[in-house]
């Protein structure tokens, strides 16, 4: 259960969570003592009252929201439970009044029908009252539940609304209110207005039990013209039950397939259409709108089957024929990894400008990678051939994605999540994220086994993580990097490897502090050579380096920089490092900086060459390849400047590389973004230097850098702007 606040919108709702952290668990360690423990229930008036002034209160907070607050919804997890695996029919009917405190009633059910409006404490938490078939009523709280602008908290548990809770669990809000709590959205079902589970009380009126077919058939019509889907699709469902004509069946599912398409119950809406057997004389709609579901499912080589017969079929279908492109093009994306990233980038532009999340229209490209067994780290990720940095190994699109922006416009309350097991806690998209993966998963099934095969249970002491449903080995150093655009994660090699390397990818910043506290979240001990070091290292030696680096932070804020290291990457090194060669570059002491350069370099894992203080002696080299990110970028850019001051503008090319491996699409080049650069380097270099026009430019700076640096610094703008 949990509670609620309004906060200032610029604060993190986690911190309000994490300082009363210990009250919460002490409440939470008091309930769980009482386990088992019959319930002292309320009168039905005295509960139904409670909830109303819960309600009311409620809808006060959110009426007095402003533009620069917002209401938060703070919700502790309980301890982690399975759901039910058994079905409706081979669990027992039990009553409100047989329920125990914090008990799960395995091999159970509970018929309730709710009386009162519900309410969302979350965007996703669904809060009403219901009643059993002896009148008795206790309070009844969803989780994970479709967002209103999905579907209304009426239609999934208003007044009238019966639901079978199987293996119910009660349980006790800070309030002091029973409540019966369901986590799992597969553990309560919705049953029809004469479905024969329903008591005969409870079931409809004479004069709707009357209705015919083609009137609710009517009536769904009407509901999907209103955008009303999840009405639409009961009163489709209500016409089946009626023993209609196969002519109507047919009829009367195409329909409740266009409502499932609504309401992204893919797999159910081609049940309906017949896929993958459509018979020898196909209907049109039935076609079309098996096609579409496919390519929600990402089915797209299926779709483009269908499209094309469609296309065949039915010429005339302005509609098929565009889906027939878009299929052909997603299948070029899964077979050869070409994308168009200056699309990628306009399209997630526009729909963020429009206030849409960036939700991209593109496949999945994975190649040159297969998974393996490890040694130690059970699967991990390996290339299939030689590839060298910069190299595309995977161009993926987010299974789910929550976007803030959304999520910060948003008047509702955002939820904050309280997990104590082990403490931790998220707030807007990243707890809302959970709630969109189960809604994508319930509906369709055949997208399950992906999740099934990433779960472990309890991590052992070397665990892996997933990338989108890609086991990656974890580590400090990465042998890949990655960038975004939109849902799409662009993922390249950060080094030349052979057939058979394994890839790794960071999962924490590095910072100070024990590093087995910084994995403690994670359920999983590191053993990369940065962390085995820190753990080889005295504490004593460890806190002298915290205060120094915390001494030369304070340092760099005043007129005296300072100074840097290499083998295994000294990371508290390299900020130190960057700030002092950041302060040569402003300073225009190009020759001591190009030093200062290798030394930021070194701290990562570098090795370079020609980077001396007096001239490069011989040419720009890199030896070894350290860990790349695009904090690396500005060092290679002050580089490319320092040795164009020197007149070494054939090494001032080969830093192209590295920024390819941060950086990998350089399509995304604009008019605007070009005179942006024009200024940018003639505030940052010398202006004799940039008088030249942009063609020129890229001509003097060489090879493909100038493109690879442009992209750079236009993301930079991009987010400035």
Not at 41 to 47: A, D, I, L, P, V
Not at 179 to 190: G, N, T, W
Not at 342 to 356: F, H, M, N, T
Request: hydrophobic fraction near 40%; proline fraction near 5%.
């Amino acid at each position: 259960m949990g509670r609620s606040m309004i906060i200032d919108r610029s604060v993190d709702p986690t911190l309000f969570n994490l300082k009363n952290l210990d009250e919460i668990k002490q409440f939470r360690e008091s309930v769980e003592r009482r386990a088992g423990e019959l319930p002292a229930w309320k009168s039905r008036h005295g509960t139904v009252a409670t909830f109303a002034q819960m309600s009311l209160e409620h809808r006060s907070m959110l009426a007095s929201l402003g533009e620069d607050r917002t209401m938060v919804a703070f919700t502790t997890l309980p301890s982690a439970y399975p759901p039910c695996t058994t079905a409706l029919d081979e669990v027992r009917p039990i009553m409100i009044r047989d329920l125990r405190l914090e008990t799960h009633h395995r091999g159970t059910f509970i018929l309730v029908r709710g009386v009162t409006t519900p309410y969302r404490n979350t965007p996703s938490e669904i809060t009403t009252v219901a009643e059993d078939e002896h009148s008795d009523v206790v309070q009844v709280q969803l989780f994970l539940q479709e967002i209103e602008g999905v579907r209304s908290a009426e239609n999934i548990s208003g007044e009238g609304i019966v639901l079978p809770i199987k293996e119910p669990y009660l349980c006790l809000s800070h309030e002091g209110e029973y409540a019966l709590r369901i986590d799992h959205v597969s553990d309560v079902i919705r049953l029809g207005p004469n479905n024969p589970r329903r008591p005969e009380v409870w079931r409809r009126r004479l004069g709707d039990a009357h209705q015919t077919v083609a009137a609710l058939k009517t009536k769904g019509n009407a509901s999907v013209k209103a955008g009303q889907y999840w009405q639409a699709i009961e009163e489709y469902s209500d016409a089946l039950s009626r023993e209609p004509t196969p002519e109507q069946i047919e009829i009367i599912k195409r329909n409740r397939a266009l409502a499932f398409l609504n309401t992204q119950q893919y797999e159910a809406a081609l049940a309906d259409v017949g896929f993958p057997n459509f018979g020898p004389d196909p209907n049109e709609k039935a076609l079309f709108r098996a096609a579409q579901s496919l390519y929600c499912l990402g089915r797209f080589k299926e779709c483009l089957e269908v499209a094309a017969r469609l296309v065949v079929a039915f010429r005339n279908n302005t509609e098929a024929s565009v889906l027939l492109k878009r299929a052909r093009r997603r299948c070029a994306e899964q077979k050869t990894g070409l994308y168009d990233f200056a699309s990628l980038e306009k399209e997630a532009s526009e729909r963020a400008e429009k206030g849409q999340p960036p939700q991209l229209d593109h496949a999945t490209y994975i190649r040159p990678v297969e998974v393996r067994n490890t040694e130690k780290k059970g699967r991990g990720l390996f290339v299939t051939k030689a590839v060298e940095v910069g190299d595309l190994l995977m161009c993926e699109k987010a299974f789910a994605h929550a976007w803030e922006v959304e999520w910060s416009k948003m008047r509702s309350p955002r939820s904050c999540l309280v997990n104590l097991e082990p403490a931790y806690s998220h707030s807007g998209p990243q707890a809302e994220i959970l709630r969109m993966i189960v809604q994508k998963l319930q509906p369709n099934p055949s997208l399950v086994p992906v999740f099934n095969d990433l779960h472990h249970g309890a991590f052992e002491s070397a665990s892996i993580t997933m990338v989108d449903g890609r086991p990656v080995v974890d580590t400090c150093i990465n042998t890949v990097s990655y960038t975004y655009i939109g849902d799409m994660i662009m993922v390249r090699a950060a080094k030349d490897m052979d057939s058979g390397t394994e890839i790794t990818i960071k999962h924490k910043e590095t910072r100070e502090g024990d590093v087995d506290k910084r994995m403690a979240s994670w359920g999983f001990l590191c053993d990369c050579g940065i962390c085995e070091d820190e753990r080889a290292t005295d504490a004593t030696v460890m806190s002298h380096r915290q205060a120094v680096n915390a001494e030369l932070g304070t340092m760099l804020t005043g007129p005296r920089p300072l100074n840097g290291a290499d083998e295994v990457p000294r990371v508290l090194l390299w900020d130190p490092c960057y700030q002092l060669a950041s302060t040569f570059f402003k300073q225009e002491k190009y020759r001591e900086c190009l030093p200062a350069v290798a030394k930021t370099l070194a701290s990562l894992g570098f090795v370079v060459r020609g980077l001396s203080s007096s001239s490069p002696d011989g040419h720009f080299t890199i030896k070894k390849w350290g860990c790349i990110t695009v904090h690396v970028i500005p060092l290679f850019i002050w580089t490319r400047n320092a040795f164009a001051y020197m007149v070494h503008l054939k090494d001032a090319g080969n830093i192209y590389r590295v920024i390819s491996a941060a950086v990998g699409e350089r399509q995304l080049l604009s008019a605007a973004q070009l005179s942006w650069l024009r200024l940018w380097l003639r505030m940052m270099s010398r202006p004799k230097l940039w008088e030249l026009g942009s063609e020129d430019v890229a001509e003097q700076m060489g090879m493909q850098v100038f493109n690879c640096v442009l992209f750079y610094l236009c993301c930079c703008c991009s987010l400035c702007l």
